[in-house]
Structure formats: structure tokens, C-alpha cells
């Protein structure tokens, strides 16, 4: 069985994160070394649908993903672009499989036994179009998720 990052943990981490902005650009740094396949897919053309305040609030999201993931599990190898080319491209199917009309009731499939649950219902809570400081919109939303999704299946080995 493996460990499962919880609410609390995600939550503090992204407090840490929006209180320290140097941690902002320190951690892109690292990763710019470390994870260079991550950095460069976040910032490729892929994402060019998505508007200046999506961009930034995903990339907010994303590291909020990566550091709750990097505390909690060790990650040794480089990530391979192929690799998140393969999982984004099959969590794109399942999403366009789904017949539901609602973007809630389309991602409710990959909760299914999914092993990181608190970190996807993380991402879907920060995608509530509800919001009023919401700044995603409807058609930024199935990218961003998808990408999101992604990024956990990637760095997680179960």
C-alpha cells in the first residue's frame, strides 16, 4: 500500500507557497535542473489555449503538486518527456470517453481506485468555476485538469 498525500499536507504547502515568493522561483530553478521534461512541457505551446492568468494559476497548481508529491515520496530519475506525452495522451481519451454533460460528472472516473485521491480532488476543488475570484474559465478547465492529472500519474510510481 502505498502513502497517500492528504489534504492537510497540500494545503500547507500551498500556503508556504503563496506566503514565500522566493520559494516561487527557486523551486522553478530546481526543477528547470532536476525535472527538465516537466518544466519545458508546463511552459510548451500545449498550454497556449489557456490565458496569462490560467498559465500562472496553473503553474501555481502545478507546483503546489510537485513539492506535496517530492515531501512525501523520493523521486531519483529524470522524468521522460515520452512518459507524460503517454499519460496525458490516455487521460485525454478517458476524459473524451466520457458521455456526462457536467466537467464534475466527466472527471468523476478518474477518482475510481485512483491512489492519490486528495491530490485529484485538490485539482478539481481548484478548477470550481463557483468561485468569484475564479480565474479559470470553461474552456481552460479539461486542459488544465488533464495536465494536473498527468503530472500526479508521472512523478507518482505505485
Known sequence: MSKEIKQEAIEEIMQRLQSTPDLFSSLLDGLEKDQPAIINWIFSESFDILNQEEKQYFLFLALVIIVSIMEEFSIDEMINPKLIEEAEEKNWTILSEQKVKSFREKVNVFFD????????????????????????????RPPIFIALKTLIDVLVKE
Open 113 to 140: 481506485g485512483y491512489p492519490q485521491e486528495d491530490l485529484l480532488a485538490f485539482v478539481e476543488d481548484a478548477l470550481e468555476l463557483e468561485h468569484e475570484d475564479q480565474v479559470v474559465t470553461t474552456i481552460g
